[in-house]
T-cell receptor, first 111, second 108 residues
Framework: NAGVTQTPKFRILKIGQSMTLQCTQD?????MYWYRQDPGMGLKLIYY???????DKGEVPNGYNVSRSTTEDFPLRLELAAPSQTSVYFC??????????FGQGTRLTVV | KNEVEQSPQNLTAQEGEFITINCSYS?????LHWLQQHPGGGIVSLFM???GKKKHGRLIATINIQEKHSSLHITASHPRDSAVYIC??????????FGSGTKLNVKP
């Protein structure tokens, strides 16, 4: 039972580069989320999805894009990396009974 | 917007002590989660509450819906309990808002 799987675990990007953070879940959850965690701050919602084909912006969406072509996958795209996007990123999913499951996180550094 | 306040931000305890972490939120919620995050690690949900009280081993979580307040208690604390504990509220069934976390250090 894999739960929520995120890749990569670590990444260093140069300013202006792009990358995709992968997230997949095997629990058939409709709700999926991307959060960023900055030191001393609570997790902030970047984007979320309530089902395949449906995505919506969270609190801090600027500089990011998402897609949800399948129930299982919810990739997060950074098009032009900036130092302000240095953070730890968490993907999560939740079940209909409101339980929450988190990936192991991706530590991203933009230099 | 739902604000989530946690206290204390940092907590140091001696092994065996009883620990309480508090969480307050500002609007009605669908559920509240207590999460645990070990250094450099992922996030694990310890409890999900929508009312009353839950117990799992040495951990107890309570919620008072009327007062918009929840507490996480750890009885007989142990160094392996050292972690960041995060309160997260589920708003409108599809959005989570998070407290900034309580960093707990339990000394042997």
């Amino acid at each position: 039972n894999a739960g929520v799987t995120q890749t990569p675990k670590f990444r260093i990007l140069k300013i202006g580069q792009s990358m995709t953070l992968q997230c997949t879940q095997d629990m058939n959850h409709n709700y999926m989320y991307w959060y960023r965690q900055d030191p001393g701050m609570g997790l902030k919602l970047i984007y979320y999805s309530v089902g395949a084909g449906i995505t919506d912006k969270g609190e801090v969406p600027n500089g990011y894009n998402v897609s949800r072509s399948t129930t299982e996958d919810f990739p997060l795209r950074l098009e032009l990396a900036a130092p302000s996007q240095t953070s730890v990123y968490f993907c999560a999913s939740s079940s209909a009974d409101r339980r929450a499951f988190f990936g192991q996180g991706t530590r991203l550094t933009v230099v | 917007k739902n604000e989530v306040e946690q206290s204390p931000q940092n907590l140091t305890a001696q092994e065996g002590e009883f620990i309480t972490i508090n969480c307050s939120y500002s609007v009605g919620i669908s559920a509240l989660h207590w999460l645990q995050q070990h250094p450099g690690g992922g996030i694990v949900s310890l409890f999900m509450l929508s009312s009353g009280k839950k117990k799992h081993g040495r951990l107890i979580a309570t919620i008072n819906i009327q007062e918009k307040h929840s507490s996480l208690h750890i009885t007989a604390s142990h160094p392996r309990d050292s972690a960041v504990y995060i309160c997260a509220v589920l708003y409108n069934f599809n959005k989570f808002y998070f407290g900034s976390g309580t960093k707990l250090n339990v000394k042997p």
